[in-house]
């Protein structure tokens, strides 16, 4: 069964701190995204990475960073964490497909981070 | 510029009814179109995608390239339908839409 974890389903933090998400995935695939869930603004990507070391910045990447060392893990850094930032984060994975385009994304079940 | 767009953010309808998923794409070239689904306090997950013509769970979703369309439809709502929708478009990384939360009522 493919898995795609995150180190916490819940997280609260306070604003200013750094804030470290975790997501480790046991299929080896090439690819891993973090996304931002928003109710009414759906899945807001903020960064992604197509190897170890690579990373792309998203539509959103103001205020994070991201750590790829290893295939099968995606760290998301939030530096200085601010209200604005709480938010359900999600973590996917998938395999590169033909044309360059993206096969099926396979998901975390997600950390709810709140920031006060 | 490439875009999804999901007209009802919130769409309820009765139990045993036909239900419709609206999912307009802008895009130049040949799209590879989804449709992800989110079950309460389930991980998001891949419901069907255009290339496969496939149904699954009863839904089936038609590319339609002269309306740019990708709605997603099932004859009769079943309770267990009830979930977040999300249509996506493949263009080197997914682009994704707003999502329509589908409410099925008894």
């Known amino acids: 069964d493919v898995k795609v974890t995150q180190s916490s389903r819940y997280l609260v933090k306070r604003t200013g701190e750094k804030v470290f998400l975790e997501c480790v995935q046991d299929?080896?695939?090439?690819?891993m995204f973090w996304y931002r869930q928003d109710p009414g603004l759906g899945l807001r990507l903020i960064y992604f990475?197509?190897?170890?070391?690579?990373?792309e910045k998203g539509d959103i990447p103001e205020g994070y960073s991201v750590s790829r060392e290893k295939k099968e893990r995606f760290s998301l850094i939030l530096e200085s964490a601010s209200t604005n930032q709480t938010s359900m984060y999600l973590c996917a994975s998938s395999q590169t497909g033909t044309r360059g385009s993206y096969n099926e994304q396979f998901f975390g079940p997600g950390t709810r981070l709140t920031v006060l | 510029a490439q875009r999804v767009t999901q007209p009802e953010k919130l769409l309820s309808v009765f139990k045993g009814a036909p239900v419709e998923l609206k999912c307009n794409y802008s895009y130049s070239g040949s799209p590879e179109l989804f449709w992800y689904v989110q079950y309460s306090r389930q991980r998001l997950q891949l419901l069907l995608r255009h290339i496969s013509r496939e149904s699954i769970k009863g839904f089936t979703a038609d590319l339609n390239k002269g309306e740019t369309s990708f709605h997603l439809k099932k004859p009769f709502a079943q309770e267990e339908d009830s979930a977040m929708y999300y249509c996506?478009?493949?263009?080197?990384?997914?682009?994704w839409g707003a999502g329509t939360k589908l409410i099925i009522k008894p």
């Open positions: 990475s197509y190897d170890v070391k690579m990373k």
């Open positions: 299929m080896d695939h090439e690819n």
């Open positions: 996506a478009l493949s263009n080197y990384q997914l682009i």
